[in-house]
């Protein structure tokens, strides 16, 4: 299908926005990725990338030398704008609760405003609270109200086209999701929703879905809300299972011998910025109704607290212990630290000064700094108790022989 587009902004060059601009240029499409980081926008316009993900280098690097992919600190006339920025939350005070925080997303909408023209398509990718698209929508009117001074004829609703298409990726395969998976779009009105799907189905292969802007974000938060929830049951059958003496992975793979049953497997909490935080924004929009929801966000919240407390009790037995930590990233073979359980574990070992911590992270793109990162073999090496926090592949393949005379405290199930 021809591209349906001459010109796309996408907002942002992160996780989403720098895959989904990559492979709208490898489509045929001219596109402008803009980011507050001078650095992010230098290194793409080297043909290079700030991130990692399986394959994004080579599709960068293709997108950038074929002219069609370019990145700048501020936003140019288009046809239609992507908003792929952060909506992380607040965590409000005196309270166990969390707040979504969409300021990043008005500061985007803000941005892209003086450029706008008259049949604009503006697309929300970032996953937000329901009424964020309408927001957006609210925000332009009240910038550029001349745009809406004369409105377009039928069939157009709407001066400028506001709809919401939410990501629906996973790190380590993002570039196959984005064309691979299904889609739900969401306009403000159908007009919105019709052309925001006109462009998706230029790079999409998976089906499309349109519904209502509110629909549309309410359905992203359900499906990491149940995620969640999901995870929070493995979670909290850890917990009993350490109390019991019951070795819970044994346990559920048995559990999971029945044809419906199909537990996930526990870890050390939750990360990511989708299942870490998406649930917040439900109890936020209906905190009386949420109930399920919320007591699941506590369960995995508070599962770190308790791998530190085991690691204490562990390092009690040593005068001066040295703790191995594998993994800071928030899931298996990629560097993403956003919302990480591991790198949040660690962080209160070195704080509470258990013991000597050494760290490790094989995914790490060079650019952390808060503490020192360590070799694999020589954290093996030196440690007195190894906590396994992250399954990346690299840790799957150590000789457990080299493990008998460690304590090891095993939160991924690896090592059983």
């Known amino acids: 299908m021809k591209p349906a587009a001459k010109k796309i902004v996408v907002m942002g060059l992160g996780y989403i926005g720098l895959p989904t601009a990559s492979v709208l240029a490898t489509k045929g499409y001219q596109v402008l990725g803009v980011d507050i980081k001078r650095n992010a926008v230098d290194t793409i316009n080297e043909g290079k990338i700030h991130i990692v993900e399986p394959d994004l280098d080579l599709l960068v690097k293709s997108a950038v030398n074929s002219g069609n992919l370019r990145a700048s600190l501020e936003p140019e006339e288009a046809d239609v704008f992507i908003l792929a920025v952060p909506t992380p939350f607040k965590k409000q005070d005196g309270e166990d609760t969390r707040v979504p925080d969409i300021s990043y997303v008005e500061a985007a909408t ?45 069939p157009h609703d709407s001066p400028v086209h506001v709809a919401h298409c939410p990501e629906r990726v996973l790190p380590g395969h993002i570039l196959r999701e984005l064309v691979d998976n299904d889609r739900v779009i969401g306009g403000i009105d159908i007009t919105s929703a019709e052309k925001a799907r006109d462009l998706y189905k230029t790079f999409c ?75 917040w924004f439900i109890v936020d929009a209906a905190p009386d109704q949420a109930r399920i929801i919320r007591v699941a966000r506590q369960v995995n919240d508070t599962k770190p607290h308790w791998v530190i407390a085991r690691v204490k ?64 073999g020589r954290v093996i090496a030196e440690s007195d108790i190894l906590v396994v926090l992250v399954d990346h592949d690299e840790f799957k393949m150590i000789d457990r022989e080299g493990l008998k005379e460690k304590v090891v405290i095993d939160t991924r199930g690896i090592w059983r």
């Open 110 to 154: 803000r941005k892209i405003c003086p450029v706008l023209k008259g049949g604009d398509l503006v697309i929300l990718e970032s996953t937000s609270p329901v009424g964020t698209t309408k927001r957006i929508a609210e925000i332009i009117k009240e910038l550029r109200p001349e745009l809406f001074d004369s409105p377009l004829p039928p």
């Open 205 to 279: 292969n998976g089906q499309i879905f349109l519904t209502t802007s509110c629909t549309a974000e309410m359905t992203k938060l359900v499906e990491n809300s149940y995620r969640d929830v999901n995870i929070a049951f493995a979670n909290e059958l850890s917990l009993i299972c350490d109390k019991l003496g019951v070795n819970v992975w044994e346990l559920i793979e048995l559990a999971n011998k029945h044809p419906r049953v199909n537990i996930l497997r526990p870890g050390p909490g939750v990360g990511g910025h989708c299942i870490a935080v998406d649930p």
């Open 313 to 376: 009790a562990k390092a009690a037995r040593f005068r001066d212990p040295v703790i191995g930590c594998l993994g800071l990233a928030f899931k298996a073979n990629i560097d993403d630290l956003r919302e990480s359980p591991a790198l949040e574990i660690t962080r209160a070992l070195i704080a509470d000064k258990v013991g000597r911590v050494m760290a490790c992270e094989p995914n790490s793109n060079g650019e952390f700094t808060e503490f020192p990162l360590y070799d694999l």
